[in-house]
Structure formats: C-alpha cells, structure tokens
C-alpha cells in the first residue's frame, strides 16, 4: 500500500512541515516520556518541578531541531 501527500507550496509550508516533523514530534514525545519514567522510578525525591520537566523537552526538541518558534507551531 502507497499513501502519497501533496502539497501546494508555498501555501501550504506549514503542513508540508507538519507532515515531514511528524515522526521527529513522535519521538519527542516518547523520549521525553520515558525519561520522565526514569526520574520517576529512580530518583530519590517524588517528582521534578515543572521547570525541570520543560527543560527536558526543550533538550529532547533540539536533538530532533525543532523549537516552538518553528513555523509548525505557529
């Protein structure tokens, strides 16, 4: 089976940009999850601050070159 997904660019560059980041988002959100679990079952205190959990998304989004500037988020 073949999906192919068109796109009329320039009009549509955000979704094209969508579409070709969302794998990387994907493992965004599932490196930033089991890292979270990581913390959870082996650090000694019970939770992080809400701080620490964004930074680890910001650190995850960098290895894949994605910020909330992108267009994709805008």
Do not use: C, H, V
């Not at 999906?3 to 955000?14: G, R, T, V």
């Not at 890292?35 to 959990?53: F, G, H, T, V």
Request: hydrophobic share 40%; net charge negative.
């Amino acid at each position: 089976m073949k999906a192919i997904l068109e796109f009329n660019l320039p009009e549509d560059k955000e979704y094209f940009r969508m579409a070709a980041k969302g794998a990387d988002l994907s493992y965004i959100i599932w490196e930033l999850d089991q890292k979270l679990r990581a913390l959870e079952k082996y650090k000694d205190q019970d939770s992080i601050s809400i701080e620490e959990a964004r930074g680890l998304l910001f650190e995850i989004m960098e290895q894949y070159d994605i910020t909330f500037n992108d267009e994709i988020f805008n």
